[in-house]
């Protein structure tokens, strides 16, 4: 069993996109693990993204790999939050940004992934 990559407490994205979504979950992860990250990230509106990144869920991220904008890194943050199952979903901030679009689409998935969603926004 390959053991997890590192994650470093400054909330620098190091490793894959999978391993990033995935964050908590025994590694390696296992296809019903990797099939719904894959459907948590489409409903997020992440899909055109994985299909931009050449190793799509096994790309490298972050300082040593692929950038990820302002508001895909909210997306990735949002995605394993609710990726986590627990009985509340806090999303701090995880909308600002986020143009209208994506930001339906987000909120929509919260709503329909989360047990209970916790939304903190500031005006």
């Known amino acids: ?16 996109f999978a391993f990033n979504l995935l964050m908590g979950r025994a590694w390696p992860p ?8 894959r459907a948590v990230c ?3 509106g992440l899909g055109p ?5 050449p190793g799509g869920m096994e790309q490298m991220i972050g300082e040593t790999g692929w950038q990820l904008s302002q508001g895909e890194r909210s997306r990735l943050f949002m995605a394993r939050a609710l990726l986590q ?4 979903a806090m999303l701090d901030e995880s909308f600002a940004a986020l143009d209208p679009e994506n930001l339906r689409q987000a909120m929509g998935c919260a709503q329909r992934r989360a047990k209970t969603l ?6």
Do not use: C, F, K
């Open 30 to 37: 296992d296809e019903d693990d990797l099939r719904e990250a």
């Open 42 to 44: 489409e409903e997020l």
């Open 49 to 53: 993204l994985l299909e931009r990144m």
């Open 1 to 16: 069993m390959s053991s997890a990559p590192q994650y470093h407490e400054n909330h620098v994205l190091t490793g894959t």
């Open 118 to 123: 916790l939304v903190v926004a500031h005006p």
């Open 85 to 88: 199952r627990s009985e509340i």
